[in-house]
Nanobody, 123 residues
Framework: QVQLVESGGGLVQTGASLRLSCAAS????????MGWFRQAPGKEREFVAS????????EYSDSVKGRFTISRDDAKGAVYLQMNSLKVEDTAVYYC????????????????WGQGTQVTVSS
């Protein structure tokens, strides 16, 4: 079983930056593809970003490409989401996700979810 705990959310103004962190409680972190989803009020959860093993290939949704960067630190068992140039429409609960089946599974049907961290961007 993998437990994921997010941190780093908060209230910021348009154009600001935030860095989300996700700590995984597992000894097999390096075997997990990792990612981030988000859910805005009244909307479905949507894929944000994923990263493959060994700091491998990354993928982003069109809405965040060029502004957000996903990274991982296998030694710390952590994944990060650096969010720059934040917009009001980035307001959402952000969830860390993981799956041993790879980045495609992370993007579509991840097995493991964190509890989420709120990001609010005000104008």
């Amino acid at each position: 079983q993998v437990q994921l705990v997010e941190s780093g959310g908060g209230l910021v103004q348009t154009g600001a930056s935030l860095r989300l962190s996700c700590a995984a409680s597992t000894t097999t972190f390096s075997s997990l593809a990792m990612g981030w989803f988000r859910q805005a009020p009244g909307k479905e959860r949507e894929f944000v970003a994923s990263i493959d093993l060994n700091d491998g290939p990354t993928e982003y949704s069109d809405s965040v490409k060029g502004r957000f960067t996903i990274s991982r630190d296998d030694a710390k068992g952590a994944v990060y989401l650096q969010m720059n140039s934040l917009k009001v429409e980035d307001t959402a609960v952000y969830y860390c996700v993981a799956d041993i089946r790879g980045p495609k599974a992370v993007k579509e049907t991840p097995d493991y979810w964190g509890q989420g961290t709120q990001v609010t961007v005000s104008s």
